[in-house]
T-cell receptor, first 110, second 114 residues
Framework: QKEVEQNSGPLSVPEGAIASLNCTYS??????FFWYRQYSGKSPELIMS????GDKEDGRFTAQLNKASQYVSLLIRDSQPSDSATYLC??????????FGQGTRLTINP | SAVISQKPSRDICQRGTSLTIQCQVDSQVTMMFWYRQQPGQSLTLIATANQGSEATYESGFVIDKFPISRPNLTFSTLTVSNMSPEDSSIYLC???????????FGPGTRLTVL
């Protein structure tokens, strides 16, 4: 079983709609969770971190964490074509070791 | 936040040669890391670059293949030794942010081995 799993997509969402990206992880003791955005040919950019159960909102982005279910998600409201990218879920597995999921490729259609 | 630069940004190398990639940060940071991103794949941690001591390598990565230096708190190098086409990847350095486990990535080095 992979340590961090994401649906690789592609996920296609119309402009203005909500994009929902999901991630599950295997290590129950993980405490820190991150979402990175990676445009084609660019390096990953940190967009959200979440440490506690519940929701964390930052502008159009909301991260949701459920440690009991070992599940973390990212919602993007009012999706824009500039949101088209690969979104990487990362989990801290201890000792500052980040394990990344395969990434979900998101396309926002105008 | 700190500014991270990497050199070279890209390179095309011949099989059997070695390439050293530099990572420079504009402020002192405790934690620096090296990752590999193979074509179409996600990121895999190669090692943690420790200042003043040997790097800590992840399973599947060895010092002979990926020697790392960290002479001070603003600079690190990763060498890809005796390269083969399977080493064609993007190599990224990252550093710890305001929290110990938040990481920010440099622009990456795109390596092609022929």
């Amino acid at each position: 079983q992979k340590e961090v799993e994401q649906n690789s997509g592609p996920l296609s969402v119309p402009e203005g709609a909500i994009a929902s990206l999901n991630c599950t992880y295997s290590d129950r003791v993980s405490q820190s969770f991150f979402w990175y955005r990676q445009y084609s040919g660019k390096s990953p950019e940190l967009i959200m971190s979440i440490y506690s159960n519940g929701d964390k909102e930052d502008g159009r982005f909301t991260a949701q964490l459920n440690k009991a279910s070992q599940y973390v998600s990212l919602l993007i409201r009012d999706s824009q074509p500039s949101d088209s990218a690969t979104y990487l879920c990362a989990v801290n597995m201890g000792a500052q070791k980040l394990v990344f999921g395969q990434g979900t490729r998101l396309t926002i259609n105008p | 936040s700190a500014v991270i630069s990497q050199k070279p940004s890209r390179d095309i190398c011949q099989r059997g040669t070695s390439l050293t990639i530099q990572c420079q940060v504009d402020s002192q940071v405790t934690m620096m890391f090296w990752y590999r991103q193979q074509p179409g794949q996600s990121l895999t941690l190669i090692a943690t670059a420790n200042q003043g001591s040997e790097a800590t390598y992840e399973s599947g990565f060895v010092i002979d293949k990926f020697p790392i230096s960290r002479p001070n708190l603003t600079f690190s190098t990763l060498t890809v030794s005796n390269m083969s086409p399977e080493d064609s990847s993007i190599y990224l350095c990252s550093l710890g942010g305001e929290y110990a486990d938040t990481q920010y990535f440099g622009p990456g080095t795109r390596l092609t081995v022929l």
